[in-house]
């Protein structure tokens, strides 16, 4: 007969095929009908909180995959954080002001042409980002992130622009802002000011080249007739030049150069004279010290001024002559040492980098803009031509590759440019301590944040906070007089913050400066003018955790965490903690979390705007591979460190996926007839149950732990790497392994087997648990099956509770005692494999294993049952002498003996001995009467 028929094969719905991108749509159907976010929020209402504050991506294209790193390693760590006990609300948010979006409107104005009224423009940009914020909604979701879709904060809603103004009033109140002319960056393309953070470094070529500033009438004898000599790469700010800065401590000599006399520094000489066919062995004619040249005065190579010798301890022996070019208007260091030295911030630009006509510019650079065109500036062209022309150079004009500031928008050089500005004085009343200090009490992971963000605050210079943009928040300020002098006034701010509550920011620019003094309270007069600049977008973003953590009773501040990629150290981290410690004297958050970026099998990083040969949009690589299995590669790595991503890396995370998808298949197979507990733990196993079911149960209680742990270090890829091997070691080539026999030809009815399914039953709802935070559609289709089994409505698997370890299941003498036995298995395995392949045996349960060694008396003393230990060893006989060798462990296989059972396959001698079953083993026979007969 087909005794096949008599077995307890497995039986399950749940497919080994995953087909993921078709499935998982779904689920976040089913999840959305049934309001699942909303009910994990009410069931942890009353739980402790835990907030992870979402720093707000810009409302531009497409989701791209290192936006989708970032949201799902939130996701995981508020899923987790909500089946631990936490009410872990999670409110997404979108950065909708600035320069992306109004590049992208302007671009489409000009290709257009109509109305480019401030009104029409905002109103263009504000349909631009609702359109991607609906977008990137839908993207998001889609991976799986739970949160509050249906009510995000945007930073264009009115609310939230309010709330950015009464920051700005207390800061103004405080007396951190002020106006200045001062070099910032500023971008031709775009018309504006840049921050920092808006800066991307790339390498450049620019033209070198060595300038003579002719000595007058000099208080050094030695000098008349001489020239110092100054090295730049960016000719076109010649025309600003107002001093040479020279090191008050270095060397400095005076040599002749092909019969001219140029000033350099002596430890310079050599490389300089390379450059401009001079004698490179040459002693200077006389030296100075830098000290000495303090105060003299040299000619502009070609404007009627004089340009001072200034000290200062920036100037270098790197490169150049050992003189620096000084134009305090485009230049940090340059506007420092012109401050000192009372100089003035002179710039000879407009907003597009033109040179403006002024008492200084000569006619040839009038007009000629800065900004470069296929590698090539007009006014560098124009600059160089002026030199030669006044025989001012010394040498060729030589290319240098360096790393050079570029606009992250338009993609091109920026340039430094002194305008007048709103800043805020990272100085005042001790601010830069204060935040210094706030790190202290800030929780850093990894911990070289912390001295990444404090060696960015020790050098931050002020805070620019003023763009000349219209898409953002207005900086509500009027002008009058005849020197047209801006003032902010605190009071009238929070008056025009209350206005913008009720009807938008937009207001400032849809009514005239008359208009809004009359709404204000301001005196009007005929010369009032309003002001045009709006705020800076980090601002914006940087004051989130007034806008929406304090302002939503739900939430509070400061949050649990701040997780972001580590560029927001000088991004959002560091102006959400300059707003925090200048408003409130506190950070905004107890913890701050980074990851690293994705970079190709070369390391080079996979940006939004670059090439790569992989879908860098979120939507195309879930359409490809599901959510699941990119929320997977993202649980493998150690995020804190760039994340690799290559065909090899999803390869092995999609056989791991396998090896779980399979591993939940074969649990769920073998509990077709067991009522599981309905999510209530399995019983503590006697002492008479099999000891590999203690074993597992012990060592649940011990990856427990570990995945526990884990997760609240951040360190999934410590939850993906534990949880893999405890499916391939401990259980696939283990527990399950050993189960066939039990599983498929025990009774029903019999104990053994249903002790088994206890354990199956508790791995099974434990492995869906932990991996739910990682693998949500997964998990949620598990448990679907699990439901099913338990004959019960528990809810989605995101309503659970995290399992939690039962000690009384822990048995650190019995995981010894399995070490001890896998030991055995391994030399076991060798020698059932050598036969295999020797052809002596088919499978291992034609062999009799005999297992030799001095070991072999700690077996004895385990005192287990030899069938037991046959089934462990996967053999149909045993045998034990702890003679016959030296070694601590062999193991020899024989043929066992007796006849092959066509039931359970056991060659044993006991097969025919029951008369009402006499093809089959004696132990087959007793289950098929205990099984109430034939199936």
Same mark, same amino acid.
């Given at each position: 007969?087909?005794?096949?028929?008599?077995?307890?094969?497995?039986?399950?719905?749940?497919?080994?095929?995953?087909?993921?991108?078709?499935?998982?749509?779904?689920?976040?159907?089913?999840?959305?009908?049934?309001?699942?976010?909303?009910?994990?929020?009410?069931?942890?209402?009353?739980?402790?909180?835990?907030?992870?504050?979402?720093?707000?991506?810009?409302?531009?294209?497409?989701?791209?995959?290192?936006?989708?790193?970032?949201?799902?390693?939130?996701?995981?760590?508020?899923?987790?954080?909500?089946?631990?006990?936490?009410?872990?609300?999670?409110?997404?948010?979108?950065?909708?002001?600035?320069?992306?979006?109004?590049?992208?409107?302007?671009?489409?104005?000009?290709?257009?042409?109509?109305?480019?009224?401030?009104?029409?423009?905002?109103?263009?940009?504000?349909?631009?980002?609702?359109?991607?914020?609906?977008?990137?909604?839908?993207?998001?979701?889609?991976?799986?992130?739970? =949160? #509050?879709?249906?009510?995000?904060?945007?930073?264009?809603? @009115?609310?939230? /622009?309010?709330?950015? &103004?009464? %920051? !700005? *009033?207390?800061?103004?109140?405080?007396?951190?802002?002020?106006?200045?002319?001062?070099?910032?960056?500023?971008?031709?393309?775009?018309?504006?000011?840049?921050?920092?953070?808006?800066?991307?470094?790339?390498?450049?070529?620019?033209?070198?080249?060595?300038?003579?500033?002719?000595?007058?009438?000099?208080?050094?004898?030695?000098?008349?007739?001489?020239?110092?000599?100054?090295?730049?790469?960016?000719?076109?700010?010649?025309?600003?030049?107002?001093?040479?800065?020279?090191?008050?401590?270095?060397?400095?000599?005076?040599?002749?150069?092909?019969?001219?006399?140029?000033?350099?520094?002596?430890?310079?000489?050599?490389?300089?004279?390379?450059?401009?066919?001079?004698?490179?062995?040459?002693?200077?004619?006389?030296?100075?010290? =830098? #000290?000495?040249?303090?105060?003299?005065?040299?000619?502009? @190579?070609?404007? /009627?001024?004089?340009? &001072?010798? %200034? !000290? *200062?301890?920036?100037?270098?022996?790197?490169?150049?002559?050992?003189?620096?070019?000084?134009?305090?208007?485009?230049?940090?260091?340059?506007?420092?040492?012109?401050?000192?030295?009372?100089?003035?911030?002179?710039?000879?630009?407009?907003?597009?980098?033109?040179?403006?006509?002024?008492?200084?510019?000569?006619?040839?650079?009038?007009?000629?803009?800065?900004?470069?065109?296929?590698?090539?500036?007009?006014?560098?062209?124009?600059?160089?031509?002026?030199?030669?022309?006044?025989?001012?150079?010394?040498?060729?004009?030589?290319?240098?590759?360096?790393?050079?500031?570029?606009?992250?928008?338009?993609?091109?050089?920026?340039?430094?440019?002194?305008?007048?500005?709103?800043?805020?004085?990272?100085?005042?009343?001790?601010?830069?301590? #204060?935040?210094?200090?706030?790190?202290?009490?800030?929780?850093?992971?990894?911990?070289?944040?912390?001295?990444?963000?404090?060696?960015?605050?020790?050098?931050?210079?002020?805070?620019?906070?003023?763009?000349?943009?219209?898409?953002?928040?207005?900086?509500?300020?009027?002008?009058?007089?005849?020197?047209?002098?801006?003032?902010?006034?605190?009071?009238?701010?929070?008056?025009?913050?209350?206005?913008?509550?009720?009807?938008?920011?937009?207001?400032?620019?849809?009514?005239?400066?008359?208009?809004?003094?009359?709404?204000?309270?301001?005196?009007?007069?005929?010369?009032?003018?309003?002001?045009?600049?709006?705020?800076?977008?980090?601002?914006?973003?940087?004051?989130?955790?007034?806008?929406?953590?304090?302002?939503?009773?739900?939430?509070?501040?400061?949050?649990?965490?701040?997780?972001?990629?580590?560029?927001?150290?000088?991004?959002?981290?560091?102006?959400?903690?300059?707003?925090?410690?200048?408003?409130?004297?506190?950070?905004?958050?107890?913890?701050?979390?980074?990851?690293?970026?994705?970079?190709?099998?070369?390391?080079?990083?996979?940006?939004?705007?670059?090439?790569?040969?992989?879908?860098?949009?979120?939507?195309?690589?879930?359409?490809?591979?599901?959510?699941?299995?990119?929320?997977?590669?993202?649980?493998?790595?150690?995020?804190?460190?760039?994340?690799?991503?290559?065909?090899?890396?999803?390869?092995?995370?999609?056989?791991?996926?396998?090896?779980?998808?399979?591993?939940?298949?074969?649990?769920?197979?073998?509990?077709?007839?067991?009522?599981?507990?309905?999510?209530?733990?399995?019983?503590?196993?006697?002492?008479?149950?099999?000891?590999?079911?203690?074993?597992?149960?012990?060592?649940?209680?011990?990856?427990?732990?570990?995945?526990?742990?884990?997760?609240?270090?951040?360190?999934?890829?410590?939850?993906?790497?534990?949880?893999?091997?405890?499916?391939?070691?401990?259980?696939?080539?283990?527990?399950?392994?050993?189960?066939?026999?039990?599983?498929?030809?025990?009774?029903?009815?019999?104990?053994?087997?249903?002790?088994?399914?206890?354990?199956?039953?508790?791995?099974?709802?434990?492995?869906?648990?932990?991996?739910?935070?990682?693998?949500?559609?997964?998990?949620?289709?598990?448990?679907?099956?699990?439901?099913?089994?338990?004959?019960?409505?528990?809810?989605?698997?995101?309503?659970?509770?995290?399992?939690?370890?039962?000690?009384?299941?822990?048995?650190?003498?019995?995981?010894?005692?399995?070490?001890?036995?896998?030991?055995?298995?391994?030399?076991?395995?060798?020698?059932?494999?050598?036969?295999?392949?020797?052809?002596?045996?088919?499978?291992?349960?034609?062999?009799?294993?005999?297992?030799?060694?001095?070991?072999?008396?700690?077996?004895?003393?385990?005192?287990?049952?030899?069938?037991?230990?046959?089934?462990?060893?996967?053999?149909?006989?045993?045998?034990?002498?702890?003679?016959?060798?030296?070694?601590?462990?062999?193991?020899?296989?024989?043929?066992?003996?007796?006849?092959?059972?066509?039931?359970?396959?056991?060659?044993?001698?006991?097969?025919?001995?029951?008369?009402?079953?006499?093809?089959?083993?004696?132990?087959?026979?007793?289950?098929?009467?205990?099984?109430?007969?034939?199936?």
């Amino acid at each position: 007969m087909d005794y096949k028929q008599t077995l307890n094969l497995p039986q399950t719905g749940f497919p080994m095929k995953a087909d993921l991108p078709n499935r998982e749509p779904q689920w976040l159907e089913r999840w959305q009908k049934e309001r699942l976010y909303e009910r994990i929020v009410e069931k942890r209402k009353d739980a402790p909180p835990y907030l992870l504050h979402d720093g707000p991506p810009f409302a531009n294209g497409d989701v791209h995959i290192g936006t989708a790193l970032n949201k799902i390693l939130k996701d995981i760590i508020v899923k987790h954080r909500t089946m631990t006990g936490h009410r872990a609300s999670y409110v997404p948010g979108w950065d909708c002001h600035g320069l992306p979006i109004e590049y992208k409107v302007l671009k489409e104005f000009k290709g257009a042409g109509g109305d480019k009224t401030p009104s029409a423009i905002r109103a263009a940009c504000a349909a631009y980002a609702h359109k991607y914020i609906n977008l990137q909604r839908e993207q998001f979701k889609r991976l799986g992130v739970l =949160g #509050r879709w249906d009510d995000p904060y945007l930073t264009m809603n @009115p609310a939230y /622009e309010a709330e950015v &103004l009464r %920051v !700005l *009033a207390d800061l103004v109140e405080k007396g951190f802002v002020y106006r200045g002319k001062k070099p910032v960056f500023w971008c031709t393309s775009c018309r504006t000011a840049l921050a920092e953070a808006e800066v991307e470094y790339h390498d450049h070529v620019s033209p070198s080249i060595f300038v003579k500033f002719p000595f007058r009438e000099p208080k050094l004898p030695e000098l008349a007739g001489a020239s110092a000599v100054i090295w730049t790469t960016t000719p076109w700010t010649l025309p600003a030049n107002l001093a040479i800065a020279a090191h008050p401590d270095f060397s400095y000599g005076l040599y002749d150069a092909a019969g001219q006399k140029v000033l350099i520094g002596t430890a310079l000489w050599e490389k300089c004279a390379a450059v401009f066919g001079a004698d490179p062995t040459a002693k200077p004619l006389k030296t100075f010290s =830098g #000290r000495e040249l303090a105060g003299l005065k040299a000619r502009h @190579p070609f404007i /009627e001024r004089d340009s &001072l010798l %200034v !000290l *200062a301890k920036y100037v270098t022996a790197d490169s150049g002559t050992g003189l620096v070019h000084t134009a305090p208007g485009h230049g940090l260091e340059d506007y420092q040492s012109g401050l000192e030295a009372g100089l003035e911030v002179y710039s000879p630009l407009d907003n597009d980098g033109a040179f403006v006509a002024d008492s200084w510019m000569p006619p040839e650079l009038t007009g000629k803009s800065v900004r470069e065109v296929n590698g090539r500036s007009e006014a560098n062209e124009a600059v160089l031509a002026l030199l030669k022309k006044k025989g001012a150079l010394l040498g060729a004009v030589q290319p240098y590759s360096h790393s050079y500031p570029f606009c992250w928008r338009s993609k091109d050089p920026v340039i430094f440019r002194a305008v007048p500005q709103w800043f805020i004085a990272m100085d005042h009343e001790e601010f830069r301590v #204060r935040m210094l200090k706030a790190c202290d009490r800030v929780e850093w992971v990894p911990d070289w944040g912390k001295n990444r963000m404090v060696g960015f605050l020790q050098t931050r210079p002020d805070w620019c906070i003023s763009r000349q943009r219209t898409w953002g928040v207005p900086i509500p300020a009027f002008a009058s007089g005849s020197d047209q002098d801006v003032k902010l006034d605190a009071a009238l701010i929070r008056r025009f913050a209350d206005w913008a509550e009720k009807e938008g920011a937009g207001v400032w620019f849809e009514h005239s400066a008359s208009e809004l003094a009359s709404r204000l309270g301001v005196p009007p007069t005929a010369d009032l003018v309003k002001s045009a600049d709006t705020l800076d977008v980090w601002m914006e973003s940087g004051s989130s955790h007034r806008a929406v953590l304090e302002k939503d009773k739900h939430l509070g501040a400061p949050a649990d965490l701040y997780l972001e990629g580590s560029d927001q150290h000088r991004g959002w981290f560091q102006t959400s903690l300059s707003t925090s410690v200048a408003t409130r004297d506190r950070a905004p958050f107890k913890a701050v979390l980074t990851h690293g970026f994705i970079v190709d099998v070369d390391g080079k990083k996979i940006s939004k705007s670059g090439s790569y040969e992989k879908p860098k949009d979120s939507g195309a690589f879930v359409q490809r591979y599901g959510a699941d299995i990119l929320r997977l590669w993202v649980a493998s790595q150690n995020f804190t460190n760039d994340i690799p991503l290559s065909e090899e890396i999803l390869s092995h995370v999609g056989e791991t996926y396998r090896r779980f998808r399979n591993t939940f298949r074969i649990l769920l197979g073998n509990l077709h007839d067991y009522p599981v507990g309905a999510g209530e733990p399995a019983p503590l196993l006697s002492r008479q149950a099999p000891p590999i079911d203690r074993y597992i149960l012990s060592r649940l209680v011990a990856v427990g732990e570990t995945v526990d742990d884990a997760y609240r270090q951040f360190e999934f890829h410590r939850v993906y790497h534990t949880l893999n091997a405890f499916c391939t070691v401990e259980l696939s080539s283990l527990y399950i392994d050993i189960l066939k026999d039990r599983m498929y030809t025990f009774a029903p009815v019999r104990e053994e087997r249903k002790a088994a399914q206890a354990v199956m039953a508790e791995v099974l709802r434990r492995l869906a648990l932990w991996l739910a935070p990682i693998l949500p559609y997964t998990c949620e289709e598990v448990w679907d099956e699990y439901q099913k089994l338990a004959g019960a409505q528990l809810g989605s698997v995101h309503l659970q509770d995290f399992p939690a370890a039962d000690p009384k299941w822990r048995d650190a003498g019995l995981e010894a005692q399995f070490e001890e036995l896998r030991k055995w298995r391994d030399v076991a395995s060798v020698e059932l494999e050598n036969a295999r392949r020797d052809k002596k045996i088919g499978k291992s349960l034609e062999a009799k294993l005999v297992l030799k060694g001095r070991q072999v008396a700690e077996l004895e003393k385990l005192g287990w049952d030899p069938a037991w230990l046959e089934e462990f060893f996967i053999v149909s006989n045993l045998a034990l002498n702890r003679n016959g060798t030296d070694e601590d462990r062999q193991a020899f296989v024989e043929l066992a003996p007796g006849e092959k059972c066509p039931r359970c396959w056991r060659v044993t001698t006991t097969v025919g001995r029951d008369a009402s079953h006499p093809e089959v083993c004696e132990r087959c026979a007793a289950m098929l009467e205990g099984s109430g007969g034939l199936k």
